[in-house]
């Protein structure tokens, strides 16, 4: 049965709740009850967690029912963040991870940006805060923007595979375009067109929602102001020991190849995957083969990796990505990886690791 919308609330906020670290909870849930607009609702999903998460969510429901809570068996983020939307009574939408936080004035500076551009997604910038002592805005833009015509949505769209919709390189700070959090939502959109993230996929999931939310939107703006805080911890699911991180990130690409045909995207729309397909080749080549959990022998590693690289779609985007793109260093380990060398690449980053050496730093 459908939920009755009501007309009072403006911003429904979805907090999927799962293992966070008490301190951490607390944190996020003060910085939205104590949220300078009053009209909203905080829809907090208990997605089966087996410490106080949940008991916490109910005391803050008990002495004031703005929020929400949903205690229910484990079936991930996706599908809590899934329930979210189904529950929402909020006119607009926005998500926010357990142990983050928020700006006391998120809630308001972006629904009044929103409402005065009549806009369909509000994105705004964030902060990485790295165990509390180092802060890093994230700004893909230093000015507020909008976007509201075709050429904007395919630019969009390939922020949201990571790359600089003008100079087609790697665009980190445009992260806010390819993550859950950081965007203000109609409600309206989401439910009319059916919007939810994708069970099938345990990788780039909120790409993939994100490439569908802007093809069903028509209206875009960013405003310059930095409101949340995104938590960098060790700790945190990136860096977990995944050994099938390469076999998640082909299932990505072949969601997003559909989705691509499905809506007849352009030459530099494939280029763009291809160029995520290779920056993700480097994003998980700690959870899939430098973890310590991995007790293959440097020789399984590497024959594993190469096997890897020398198949589709990574062969696909090695070939794809130009050298003259690079720096020095990414050039030359683009470089092994482009003659076949993958396997030298990667025994130099573990003698790296071996030998306690910032491979950051050196290769």
Same mark, same amino acid.
């Given at each position: 049965?459908?939920?009755?919308?009501s007309?009072?609330?403006?911003?429904?906020?979805?907090?999927?709740v799962y293992?966070?670290? $008490? =301190?951490?909870?607390?944190?996020c849930?003060n910085s939205? +009850? *104590?949220?300078?607009?009053k %009209?909203?609702?905080?829809?907090?999903?208990?997605?089966?967690s087996?410490?106080?998460?949940?008991?916490?969510c109910?005391?803050y429901?008990?002495?004031d029912?703005?929020?929400?809570?949903i205690?229910?068996?484990n079936?991930?983020?996706?599908?809590a963040?899934n329930?979210?939307?189904?529950?929402?009574?909020g006119?607009?939408?926005?998500?926010v991870?357990a142990?983050d936080?928020?700006?006391?004035?998120?809630?308001k500076?972006?629904?009044?940006?929103?409402i005065q551009?009549?806009v369909?997604?509000?994105?705004f910038?964030g902060?990485?805060n790295?165990?509390?002592l180092?802060?890093? $805005? =994230?700004?893909?833009f230093?000015q507020?923007?909008?976007? +509201? *015509?075709e050429n904007?949505? %395919?630019?969009?769209?390939?922020m949201?595979?990571?790359r600089?919709y003008k100079?087609?390189?790697?665009c980190k700070?445009?992260s806010?375009f390819c993550?859950t959090v950081?965007k203000?939502?109609?409600?309206?959109?989401l439910i009319?067109n059916?919007l939810?993230?994708?069970?099938d996929?345990t990788?780039g999931?909120?790409?993939?929602?994100?490439?569908?939310?802007?093809e069903?939107?028509n209206h875009?703006?960013y405003?310059?102001?930095?409101f949340?805080?995104?938590?960098?911890?060790?700790?945190?699911?990136?860096?977990?020991y995944r050994?099938d991180a390469m076999?998640?990130?082909?299932?990505f690409?072949?969601?997003v190849e559909?989705?691509?045909?499905?809506?007849?995207?352009?030459?530099?729309?494939?280029e763009?995957?291809?160029?995520?397909?290779?920056d993700l080749i480097f994003?998980?080549?700690?959870?899939?083969?430098?973890?310590?959990?991995?007790k293959?022998?440097?020789l399984?590693?590497?024959?594993?990796?190469?096997?890897t690289?020398?198949?589709?779609?990574?062969?696909?985007a090695i070939n794809?990505v130009k050298?003259r793109?690079?720096?020095?260093?990414?050039?030359?380990?683009t470089?092994?990886?482009?003659?076949?060398?993958?396997w030298l690449?990667?025994?130099i980053?573990i003698?790296?690791?071996?030998n306690?050496?910032n491979?950051?730093?050196?290769?």
């Amino acid at each position: 049965m459908a939920v009755q919308r009501s007309e009072e609330i403006l911003i429904s906020i979805v907090v999927p709740v799962y293992k966070i670290e $008490e =301190t951490y909870l607390y944190e996020c849930l003060n910085s939205l +009850k *104590n949220q300078t607009l009053k %009209e909203i609702e905080i829809i907090l999903i208990d997605d089966g967690s087996p410490d106080n998460c949940g008991k916490i969510c109910d005391n803050y429901a008990q002495v004031d029912n703005r929020f929400k809570v949903i205690h229910k068996s484990n079936q991930g983020v996706s599908a809590a963040r899934n329930d979210g939307i189904s529950l929402a009574c909020g006119k607009w939408l926005t998500f926010v991870d357990a142990d983050d936080w928020v700006e006391l004035n998120m809630c308001k500076s972006i629904y009044e940006k929103a409402i005065q551009l009549d806009v369909d997604v509000q994105y705004f910038g964030g902060y990485h805060n790295f165990n509390d002592l180092i802060t890093i $805005e =994230t700004r893909p833009f230093h000015q507020d923007m909008e976007f +509201k *015509n075709e050429n904007d949505r %395919e630019d969009l769209q390939l922020m949201v595979l990571g790359r600089d919709y003008k100079l087609f390189t790697s665009c980190k700070n445009g992260s806010i375009f390819c993550n859950t959090v950081c965007k203000l939502i109609k409600t309206s959109i989401l439910i009319e067109n059916n919007l939810r993230f994708d069970l099938d996929l345990t990788h780039g999931e909120d790409g993939s929602f994100n490439l569908h939310l802007i093809e069903n939107c028509n209206h875009f703006a960013y405003l310059d102001q930095c409101f949340y805080h995104y938590r960098m911890r060790s700790e945190s699911a990136n860096h977990l020991y995944r050994y099938d991180a390469m076999e998640r990130v082909v299932d990505f690409v072949n969601v997003v190849e559909a989705f691509k045909c499905e809506y007849s995207k352009s030459e530099i729309f494939e280029e763009g995957l291809m160029c995520r397909c290779y920056d993700l080749i480097f994003e998980n080549i700690y959870p899939c083969y430098l973890h310590a959990e991995n007790k293959n022998s440097i020789l399984n590693k590497l024959i594993l990796f190469q096997r890897t690289m020398s198949r589709d779609p990574f062969k696909e985007a090695i070939n794809t990505v130009k050298l003259r793109n690079f720096p020095i260093k990414l050039r030359i380990k683009t470089f092994l990886l482009k003659i076949n060398a993958g396997w030298l690449m990667l025994l130099i980053i573990i003698v790296l690791q071996k030998n306690n050496i910032n491979r950051k730093r050196l290769f």
